[in-house]
């Protein structure tokens, strides 16, 4: 996939040597306002970092950035507005992987992310923490492991709603780990952890903010954490590698635009938003909420990045047998 995404980029870029009236109107992004679409409603994680790009971008690019909110069916709406947009460079998706990699395997009648949508650059870099309630008796993952084989399909886990990345990093530690666990999707992080607290449900996949106040409050255990190194914010949590469970689940945020955009536009997308996060602010705003800065990537490796991620999840989809309920 991503080597026929690179032959067409190169074939649109071919055409427009032969247009010197479309290069010039291309030299000209961006031609007035850009508008950033946020999937989700104001306030959650995405729409927070896509207004701390804009903020950076804004000096960049010389004009005003405006966040466009199209909540629901978990980032589709938003991610459908985009893909139909006039291809200028002036309506941009801001993403979380799971919307562009995830949704087109579990929901019924979605479109083709990979061909609707050209890959810009990655925003934002984070992974899950794993925590119980302070009443399971455990103090690491294999505990929990062992607890788990002593009474199978007795323990559960919560999640934000199906097909999102706590219910797959849950799905994935089941699968690795030989045991059952029973998957409760709620409606939010927030209700999915109350109840871990509360003590209804045992363990939770939590994104990092809501999570690490309530481990270092005293009100959650944290057992690992998914990613491939441990995190500044919990130190002394190791990864479910370093436990001997072969899981590794992290997520991300990106720059997406529709997909004829051309190539001239793209790069200058690209070169404008990786300045503006070159801000300290940017790194900052990103740390407050848990979060770390995207690796170095070109757009074309950004791209090839999102069709392999986006091949991994529909085979593993299968694998897990995961649909939207």
């Known amino acids: 996939m991503s080597k026929v995404t690179r032959r067409h980029a190169l074939a649109l870029g071919g055409s427009s040597l032969l247009l010197p009236s479309a290069v010039r109107a291309q030299a000209n992004w961006p031609a007035g306002p850009v508008t ?36 629901g069916a978990a980032g589709s709406i938003g991610l459908r507005a985009v893909a139909n947009a006039k291809p200028d460079g002036q309506t941009l998706f801001v993403a979380v992987g799971t919307n562009v990699i995830i949704n087109p395997h579990v929901q019924k009648g979605m479109i083709d992310t990979l061909a609707a949508l050209a890959p810009i650059c990655q925003i934002t870099d984070y992974q899950y923490v794993l ?8 103090k690491n993952a294999a505990e929990l492991v062992a607890l788990a084989k002593k009474d199978p399909e007795k323990l ?4 934000s709603g ?18 059952k666990i029973t998957h409760v999707p709620y409606k939010g992080t927030g209700p999915a952890v109350a109840d871990v607290i509360s003590g209804q449900i045992t363990m939770n996949f939590s994104s990092l903010p809501p999570a690490v106040s309530q481990v270092k409050g005293g009100n959650l255990k944290a057992l690992a954490v998914t990613g491939n190194k441990r995190v500044s914010s919990l130190p002394d949590v190791p990864t479910l590698k370093e436990q001997g469970i072969d899981v590794v689940v992290t997520s991300w945020q990106g720059l997406f635009a529709p997909a004829k955009t051309p190539p001239d536009i793209l790069d200058k997308i690209e070169k404008a938003a990786k300045e503006g996060m070159k801000n300290p602010k940017y790194e900052e705003a990103l740390a407050r909420d848990g979060l770390e800065m995207p690796p170095e990537r070109t757009r074309a490796q950004f791209a090839k990045f999102v069709g392999e991620e986006h091949a991994f999840w529909g085979t593993t989809l299968k694998k897990l047998n995961i649909q939207m309920e």
Request: charged share 10%; net charge negative.
């Open 36 to 71: 950033f679409v946020v999937g989700y409603a104001a306030g959650g994680s995405t729409d927070i970092n896509a207004r701390e790009l804009a903020h950076v971008m804004t000096p960049v690019i010389g004009q005003q950035i405006i966040i466009d909110n199209k909540g």
């Open 131 to 138: 925590v119980v309630g302070n009443t399971v008796p455990v």
């Open 156 to 159: 559960t886990y919560s999640s």
């Open 162 to 179: 199906v097909g999102g990345n706590n219910h797959l990093a849950g799905a994935l530690f089941a699968d690795a780990a030989g045991i």
